[in-house]
């Protein structure tokens, strides 16, 4: 369809060429006689422009349609996943949590060296096995004694034979494990791969992973999965609690930051991400003094939180919300002075000591705000 109108409006821009050409005063001179002039050279140039952006359009056409394409795949290999028959959740999550128990008290026990080998050897026949709930037990084992010394390395071999299993619960099971090992080549790219897992219960799990393999940093090709992750709004919660600590890219700050603007979402964006931001950006900044400076008492703490722990380069800025929280509220809290005292200039205690002049403190704050314009004079020396 796109192809027949792009066609057509290129015909009949030769033929409206053509019309003009044949009716100018000097249509009777010969052609010959003309030659290629500016007008047929004019002509020419926009017809070649005209078929430059056509094919230009059916590149980009068939790119789209490429991209449909596989979202379409995408959305038929997740349908048939949640079709397949599954056997009852919580039965299975009973018998995993039978299985793992004995193995997994094995390996955290410290008395008993003996025992701790005789179960890593135990475990790994199980992962040489067959038995989809016997291993994701195993797996789930192995993750559990993430603190105990062995050969981790060793397991690889078997942790990779069960990335491709048809259970979600044992390739979900596999991926963190793999997460857990020393790191080899590929690890990256494998578990970016598991981010477009067809599974939801797979896709789930993902976060800690890509974290771990990143170095929590959040950029580049681990940005972009994540990206996709908090564009699933069932995963949303589980990546948000998983973030804390990370390094963000751009863009996936800015979608942090759009989280952090809704409701629904914003009290554990500031908890659980904004407030685990050592160097912020300005925007991230931004965002976090507007939260300190808000109503909402848990986002508050959160801000507050981070906006004390945030680099030197930032202390300025941590002074200003501070100083407009102090005159905003009377009496002032406590700890907004004692903060101030300790990131104020003297731009700060100037204002302070108007404050300390009016009727904005009573007794034992007053006493708090001439310490602290005291303090900051010192140190401003």
Request: a neutral charge; aromatic letters at 4%.
């Amino acid at each position: 369809m796109r192809d027949w109108i792009v066609w057509l409006l290129l015909a009949l821009l030769l033929v409206s060429n053509a019309a003009w050409v044949a009716t100018r005063p000097d249509a009777h001179v010969e052609r010959s006689d003309r030659g290629e002039g500016p007008e047929f050279v004019a002509t020419r140039m926009r017809v070649e422009r005209l078929e430059h952006d056509v094919q230009e359009a059916r590149a980009a056409a068939a790119a789209r349609d490429r991209d449909l394409e596989e979202a379409r795949a995408q959305r038929e290999r997740r349908a048939a996943e949640r079709q397949k028959p599954q056997p009852d959740p919580w039965q299975r999550h009973r018998e995993v949590s039978r299985l793992r128990g004995p193995w997994q008290k094995a390996l955290l026990q410290v008395e008993d060296a003996d025992l701790r080998t005789r179960t890593l050897a135990e475990l790994r026949e199980v992962l040489h096995g067959d038995d989809p709930v016997r291993i994701q037990a195993a797996l789930n084992a192995l993750g559990a004694a993430r603190n105990v010394r062995f050969d981790r390395g060793s397991f690889r071999p078997e942790v990779e034979r069960h990335l491709s299993s048809d259970s979600p619960p044992v390739r979900a099971a596999a991926i963190v494990i793999l997460a857990g090992l020393p790191r080899a080549p590929g690890d990256l790219e494998t578990v970016l791969a598991f981010v477009e897992d067809p599974a939801i219960e797979v896709r789930r799990s993902m976060m800690w992973p890509l974290l771990a393999v990143s170095g929590y940093k959040l950029e580049g090709a681990a940005g972009e999965a994540a990206l996709k992750l908090l564009a699933e709004e069932d995963l949303i919660d589980r990546v948000i609690r998983s973030m804390t600590g990370s390094r963000l890219s751009p863009a996936l700050e800015k979608r942090v930051l759009e989280l952090a603007a809704q409701p629904k979402w914003r009290q554990a964006m500031y908890h659980f991400v904004l407030a685990g931001v050592g160097d912020p950006s300005d925007a991230v900044m931004d965002a976090l003094i507007e939260g300190a400076l808000g109503k909402n008492g848990e986002v508050r703490g959160s801000a507050f939180h981070a906006l004390w722990h945030v680099a030197p380069r930032h202390r300025e800025r941590v002074a200003d919300a501070l100083l407009q929280l102090i005159e905003r509220e009377k009496p002032p809290s406590y700890d907004a002075l004692t903060r101030l005292e300790k990131h104020g200039s003297e731009r700060h205690a100037a204002a302070l000591e108007r404050l300390i002049a009016s009727d904005h403190f009573d007794e034992r704050l007053r006493g708090l705000a001439e310490r602290a314009v005291k303090t900051i004079r010192r140190r401003s020396r």
